[in-house]
Protein backbone atom coordinates (compact mmCIF):
# COMPACT_ATOMS: atom_id res chain seq x y z
CA UNK A 1 0.00 0.00 0.00
CA UNK A 2 1.31 3.11 -1.15
CA UNK A 3 -1.31 5.70 -0.75
CA UNK A 4 -0.66 9.43 0.36
CA UNK A 5 -2.09 9.21 3.26
CA UNK A 6 0.57 6.24 4.46
CA UNK A 7 3.21 7.64 2.97
CA UNK A 8 2.30 11.14 4.98
CA UNK A 9 2.13 8.51 8.05
CA UNK A 10 5.78 7.19 6.91
CA UNK A 11 7.63 10.16 6.75
CA UNK A 12 5.88 11.68 10.14
CA UNK A 13 7.33 8.94 11.82
CA UNK A 14 10.87 8.96 9.88
CA UNK A 15 11.04 13.11 10.55
CA UNK A 16 12.36 12.54 14.13
CA UNK A 17 12.15 9.98 17.32
CA UNK A 18 8.47 9.25 18.10
CA UNK A 19 7.36 7.32 20.93
CA UNK A 20 4.63 4.78 20.60
CA UNK A 21 2.21 7.07 22.87
CA UNK A 22 2.67 9.90 20.66
CA UNK A 23 2.09 8.01 17.60
CA UNK A 24 -1.08 6.47 18.80
CA UNK A 25 -2.26 10.09 19.80
CA UNK A 26 -2.17 11.43 15.98
CA UNK A 27 -2.61 8.74 14.41
CA UNK A 28 -4.86 5.59 15.74
CA UNK A 29 -8.97 6.03 14.24
CA UNK A 30 -11.43 4.03 14.90
CA UNK A 31 -12.67 4.92 11.16
CA UNK A 32 -12.24 2.25 9.12
CA UNK A 33 -11.41 4.37 6.15
CA UNK A 34 -8.50 5.74 8.09
CA UNK A 35 -6.23 2.81 9.42
CA UNK A 36 -3.06 3.56 8.48
CA UNK A 37 -1.47 3.33 11.93
CA UNK A 38 -2.86 -0.43 11.80
CA UNK A 39 -2.64 -1.06 7.85
CA UNK A 40 1.88 0.28 8.61
CA UNK A 41 1.80 -2.60 11.43
CA UNK A 42 0.29 -5.45 9.46
CA UNK A 43 2.57 -4.84 6.17
CA UNK A 44 5.52 -4.92 8.46
CA UNK A 45 6.25 -0.96 7.66
CA UNK A 46 6.60 0.27 11.23
CA UNK A 47 8.07 -1.51 14.29
CA UNK A 48 8.22 -0.77 18.03
CA UNK A 49 11.48 -0.61 19.85
CA UNK A 50 11.70 -0.64 23.39
CA UNK A 51 14.53 1.45 25.26
CA UNK A 52 15.34 0.14 28.02
CA UNK A 53 17.07 3.06 29.44
CA UNK A 54 13.97 5.27 29.06
CA UNK A 55 11.53 2.16 29.24
CA UNK A 56 9.54 3.93 26.34
CA UNK A 57 8.64 2.24 23.20
CA UNK A 58 9.81 4.10 19.83
CA UNK A 59 8.28 4.09 16.14
CA UNK A 60 10.39 3.06 13.76
CA UNK A 61 10.69 2.29 10.25
CA UNK A 62 10.84 -0.88 8.97
CA UNK A 63 13.65 -1.60 6.35
CA UNK A 64 10.17 -2.23 4.13
CA UNK A 65 9.07 1.23 5.11
CA UNK A 66 11.90 2.99 4.14
CA UNK A 67 12.19 1.51 0.44
CA UNK A 68 8.04 2.44 -0.11
CA UNK A 69 8.78 6.36 1.62
CA UNK A 70 11.51 6.05 -0.40
CA UNK A 71 9.34 5.39 -3.31
CA UNK A 72 11.54 2.32 -4.09
CA UNK A 73 8.30 -0.09 -2.68
CA UNK A 74 5.23 -1.69 -3.36
Known amino acids: MSSL ?6 SWISSRPRTYEEAMEAWRSTCPRHSVWEDALLEGLIQMESRSVTNVSEVTLTPKGRAVLDGNGN
Do not use: T
Not at 5 to 10: K, Q, V
Open 5 to 10: LMREFL
